[in-house]
C-alpha cells in the first residue's frame, strides 16, 4: 500500500487581481503558509504560468518550480480545465465558451478548437518538462445538450458524438504517452464524460490507451446520486487524480438533481467545504489507500456559503487529518508461530 500524498491545493478558485493572489511567488507562499503543501496551476491564468515558455523551455520550468519548492510547497499537477472543454463544443454553448478562449480566435469555432488543441498538448509538454506524470483536464462535450432525451434522441447520435471526442483526443493521448504524462479527465456533468458508463464509452473508442484516465471528484457523484465508493474500487487501476470536494444533495417535494435552475444557495444539490457536506472521506481515503493511489490529495475549494480563504485553511488541515499512513507489517505480526512448511503440513494432517 502507499500514503497519499497532500495536502494540495488546485489553484484555479483563488487566483485573482489582488496580492496575495495575483503571482506565483505570492500565490504559493499563502498556499504554505495555508498549510498546503503541493498546488496544482491552472494553466490558462497568465498570472501564475506562462504555458507557452512552460512548454518551449526546461529552464523555465526548473525556475518555475524552484520559486514554488522555495516558499514550501511542490507543483502538483498543470490543469487545462478550460481548454479541454474546448476541444469539443456543441454549437449550442459557443457563445458562452467563447470567454475561455484567447480574443483572437474568438467566435470562430473552428479556429478555437484548434487553439484549444494546441494548448492542452503545450500543457502535456510542459507537464514532462516539470517532471510532473500526470495532468487535469475536461473532456468537453458534444452530446450534452441530448443527455435527457426529448424528442427521443435518433439512432446513432450518441455513438457519433464519442466516435469524434475519440477522434480529437486520440493525437493528444498519444502526445501525452510521449511526454509520459496520465490524461486525467475530471468525470463532471457538462462534459460528456460525466459518469463510468460514458468513460467507458470514450475508453473503448481511444482503444483502451493507457494514458486516458480518471480525475475523481466525489461531489460530482453525490449531486448524480451515484455510489462514489463503489466508483473507486471499479475504477480504481484508472484514478490517476484525486479532487478532494465536499457537496451535499438535499432534495425537496419541490426540487431534485436538476434544481430548477436557482442559484448555488437554493439548489438541492450544492458544493460545500471539506466537512461541511455529506461525502465520507474517511471511507474515501481508506478505498484510496486500500487500493494504493499514489497521487495526491488535491482540495478543490467551491463552497456556496463559506468564505474562501477560510475553507482553504480548513481544507489544508482536513486533508492532513484524514490521510492514512499506510501500515508496512500487519497488525497481528506480533502473533507468528514461525512455522515452516513442514509445520505447516503436519497442523494439516498431511505430513508424511
Not at 483572437?104 to 502535456?124: I, S
Not at 451515484?226 to 484514478?239: A, G
Amino acid at each position: 500500500m502507499k500514503t497519499i500524498k497532500g495536502p494540495a491545493l488546485f489553484l484555479a478558485q483563488f487566483a485573482g487581481d489582488e496580492a496575495p493572489f495575483n503571482s506565483w511567488n505570492s500565490i504559493t507562499n499563502w498556499a504554505a503558509d495555508c498549510g498546503y503543501v503541493g498546488v496544482q496551476v491552472p494553466s490558462w491564468d497568465g498570472r501564475l504560468i506562462d504555458l507557452a515558455k512552460a512548454a518551449e523551455s526546461k529552464d523555465y520550468c526548473d525556475e518555475f518550480k524552484g520559486v514554488a519548492e522555495a516558499n514550501g510547497v511542490q507543483v502538483t499537477e498543470l490543469s487545462t480545465h478550460l481548454q479541454g472543454q474546448l476541444v469539443a463544443v456543441h454549437p449550442a454553448y459557443d457563445a458562452a465558451f467563447d470567454g475561455f478562449a484567447a480574443p483572437e480566435v474568438r467566435g470562430n469555432p473552428k479556429a478555437r478548437q484548434e487553439w484549444a488543441v494546441d494548448q492542452v498538448k503545450k500543457a502535456l509538454t510542459a507537464s514532462k518538462n516539470l517532471g510532473i506524470t500526470a495532468h487535469a483536464t475536461f473532456s468537453g462535450a458534444l452530446a450534452w445538450p441530448y443527455i435527457y432525451p426529448w424528442p427521443q434522441r435518433p439512432a446513432g447520435l450518441i455513438e457519433t458524438a464519442f466516435d469524434e471526442l475519440a477522434r480529437r483526443w486520440k493525437p493528444l493521448l498519444d502526445h501525452a504517452e510521449s511526454c509520459g504524462v496520465n490524461v486525467c479527465y475530471e468525470i463532471h456533468p457538462g462534459e460528456d464524460l460525466h459518469d463510468g458508463v460514458t468513460f467507458e464509452m470514450f475508453l473503448e473508442r481511444v482503444n483502451n490507451h493507457p494514458r486516458a484516465m480518471m480525475l475523481y471528484d466525489p461531489s460530482h457523484y453525490v449531486l448524480q446520486c451515484l455510489d462514489y465508493l463503489d466508483n473507486i474500487d471499479i475504477y480504481k487501476d484508472r484514478i490517476g487524480m484525486f479532487h478532494v470536494k465536499d457537496a451535499e444533495f438535499n432534495p425537496t417535494g419541490r426540487q431534485g438533481v436538476y434544481s430548477g435552475y436557482q442559484s448555488w444557495v437554493d439548489r438541492a444539490g450544492r458544493f460545500r467545504s471539506l466537512g461541511d457536506g455529506q461525502c465520507d472521506f474517511g471511507a474515501i481515503f481508506s478505498k484510496m489507500a486500500a487500493n494504493d493511489f499514489d497521487g495526491w490529495a488535491v482540495v478543490e475549494w467551491e463552497c456556496c456559503l463559506k468564505h474562501p480563504e477560510d475553507g482553504a485553511r480548513e481544507g489544508a488541515q482536513f486533508v492532513r487529518d484524514h490521510i492514512i499512513r499506510v501500515t508496512e507489517k500487519a497488525f497481528d505480526d506480533f502473533a507468528d508461530s514461525g512455522a515452516d512448511e513442514a509445520a505447516n503440513r503436519k497442523m494439516l494432517g498431511i505430513g508424511g
